[in-house]
């Protein structure tokens, strides 16, 4: 599938998927910088991350795929090269945890299998509070936990605007789409509570 550049806000990513991830931040109120700095190691391999995330120290490295040896190999020497740990967000957004390259007691660990995976939300407020995302589920997360009274509940909604971005809209044209998101999220929290209660509910209605 060939890469298309997108254009998201002022920044022209490499890649629609890229742009995908920027849009998952924002709505997640996560800070992002897009291509901050470019490495040289000492083995010769140069590699430019694709964002750094300063609220939680973060890199965040996105490809379609599951890694390769050798992308894995340029997230590792990041990580030795900064003491950084490197986020590998591999495919699009989604309701799900995602590994991570980082050193931990003088060693490097990476992803969920042991341990070092992360749900990119504002969970207790902790990329602000404590300079981190909640991890180490292992990769294994109720699916209740997104639901509109989860741990997570802000996710879905971040998920949701990504994939259903049409990044050749009007800012205004945006603008709405992302309103009648919102609207449609907070309607079916009413509906989950309604029907807990044993409640009718009526049907989401255009504005």
């Not at 341990?115 to 292992?138: C, I, Q």
């Not at 509109?148 to 990504?162: E, K, S």
């Amino acid at each position: 599938m060939p890469v298309i550049q997108t254009l998201y806000g002022s920044v022209l990513f490499r890649s629609r998927l890229e742009a995908r991830w920027a849009l998952y931040f924002d709505v997640i109120g996560i800070a992002w910088e897009y291509e901050k700095e470019g490495y040289e190691f000492a083995d010769g391999t140069r590699y430019l991350p694709d964002f750094w995330l300063p609220q939680v120290c973060m890199w965040a490295e996105v490809k379609p795929e599951t890694f390769t040896v050798g992308e894995l190999h340029k997230a590792k020497c990041l990580v030795r090269e900064t003491g950084f740990p490197c986020l590998m967000l591999d495919g699009m957004p989604a309701l799900r945890s995602y590994g991570a390259v980082s050193f931990w007691k003088g060693e490097l660990i990476v992803g969920a299998e042991e341990g070092n995976d992360y749900v990119l939300s504002m969970y207790h407020a902790y990329p602000l509070t404590e300079r981190r995302f909640y991890g180490g589920t292992g990769g294994t997360i109720d699916p209740t936990d997104f639901a509109p009274l989860g741990m997570f509940n802000d996710v879905p909604r971040a998920v949701t605007a990504a994939l259903s971005e049409r990044f050749e809209m009007t800012p205004e044209e945006r603008e709405q789409r992302r309103a009648f998101l919102h609207r449609q999220l907070a309607w079916l929290a009413r509906r989950d509570e309604a029907e807990r209660n044993g409640q009718e509910f009526g049907e989401l209605r255009p504005e």
